[in-house]
């Protein structure tokens, strides 16, 4: 059997810098790479992150379900940083973990050992109440569904996060996040007098009002046709120029992880390499690697 590494290697063309498989531990090249010049920055304090040594880490994650015979091992080892400033896409099979991986880095599952730490914060030490504050105010969410409450406007839904949690609305910076998603003609709107595009719109702003250390996103352009899906994706873009904001997601989209600053492929449950500054081709030919490694 060929090893992955070599599978991938082969048939990824090398014009950029190419697949790095397995180059997820400390010493690896990209993870320890500054963050990527993104071009012109808007320089107002908007652009200051939160907290800009924010990393995610996920240590020798291994997450099962089920016991027995019905057991499945969705994780089984996985190693891999995130970092601040930096959109990373989560790639791999269906069935590789990428969702299950996202939900353990979140905070919305478990994990059965390992370790998970955002900025200093082990997940795992956390109780209930801990966990709901971390989600609460550290992470943003954005899911395939936008779910948006429907009998709020869209202005509303962008500044629950901030209700919820007792803080006081920044109009600046309400505006700015506002004319980075396009929505300042349909503030008044509710979800149901928007387009799909327009309210997963308002999810992302929803999930970047709040100055999160991080956005976990989950497919957040499956539902959408191909504009809304390019509009999104580069609002998602703007928000890491602009903002500074940190964004991990999950897609299935070759185009969508193209998007991204890095590309982190999974398959069985384990990180398998990665891809930094990825065009679309370079993706798809990693996919269909895997494809095949997977199919061994
Ligand atoms: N709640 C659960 N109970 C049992 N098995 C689960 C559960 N959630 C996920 N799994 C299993 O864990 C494995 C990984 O699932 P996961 O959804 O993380 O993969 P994925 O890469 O996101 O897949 P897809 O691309 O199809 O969404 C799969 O075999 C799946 O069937």
């Given amino acids: 059997m060929i090893p992955l590494r070599l599978a991938i290697r082969t048939s990824v063309p090398h014009r950029n810098s190419g697949l790095q498989a397995g180059t997820t531990g400390p010493q690896a090249g990209v993870r320890d790479a500054p963050a990527p010049d993104h071009g ?9 992150p939160p907290q800009a040594t924010t990393t995610v880490r996920a240590r020798g994650v291994r997450k099962s379900y089920g016991t027995g015979p019905g057991l499945v091992e969705a994780l089984r080892g996985v190693d891999v940083s995130f970092h601040p400033r930096m959109f990373t896409a989560l790639m791999g099979p269906s069935g590789s973990g990428k969702s299950t991986l996202l939900h353990c880095l979140a905070g919305l599952d478990s994990v059965t050992s390992g370790s998970v730490e955002i900025h200093g914060t082990k997940l795992e030490q956390l109780n209930d109440a801990g966990l709901t504050a971390l989600r609460r105010d550290r992470i943003g969410f954005i899911f395939q569904s936008f779910n948006l409450l429907p009998t709020l406007t869209a202005r509303e839904n962008i500044l629950l996060p901030l209700e919820i949690a007792g803080k006081p609305v920044d109009e600046r910076l309400f505006d700015h996040v506002v004319r980075i998603v396009g ?38 352009t499956g539902n959408l046709d191909s504009v809304s899906r390019t509009d999104v994706l580069r609002f998602l873009q703007s928000s890491v120029r602009e903002l500074g904001q940190m964004i991990v997601m999950v897609t299935h989209d070759p185009f969508a992880a193209a998007c991204a600053d890095r590309v982190v ?16 081709e370079q993706v798809l030919d990693t996919m269909k690697a895997l494809g095949r490694a997977v199919r061994r």
């Fill in 40 to 48: 012109a920055v808007i320089h107002t304090n908007l652009s200051s």
């Fill in 183 to 220: 929505l300042t003609d349909r503030l008044g709107h509710r979800p149901s007098e928007m387009s799909g595009g327009q309210q997963q719109r308002v999810a992302v702003a929803r999930a970047m009002i709040a100055r999160p250390e991080v956005i976990f996103a989950d497919e957040p």
């Fill in 265 to 280: 492929f999974l398959r069985d449950g384990l990180v398998a390499g990665e891809l930094p500054r990825p065009t679309e």
